[in-house]
């Protein structure tokens, strides 16, 4: 069974994991090594996270979240 595969994860929640599978494919996977080997934390990739809407999606929309719902079982 993969990690996270879609039969374990509510349906509410799959689009929320394949943006976020998207996004680290092409924001973290290629520098997580030099990120990790430097001890650097990595702000473009969180800012680029919080363009992308992944950050702060709980948070409400009147505080510079997206106002959704928490995905909860």
Do not use: C, H, T
């Amino acid at each position: 069974m993969e990690l996270l595969d879609d039969s374990i994860v509510p349906e509410r929640a799959r689009d929320v994991k394949e943006e976020a599978r998207e996004f680290a494919d092409e924001y973290i996977a290629p520098n997580a090594e030099a990120y990790y080997e430097s001890g650097e934390y990595p702000w473009e990739v969180l800012e680029a996270g919080m363009d992308a809407g992944l950050v702060a999606r709980d948070i409400g929309e009147e505080y510079g979240g997206r106002g959704a719902r928490q995905l909860r079982r």
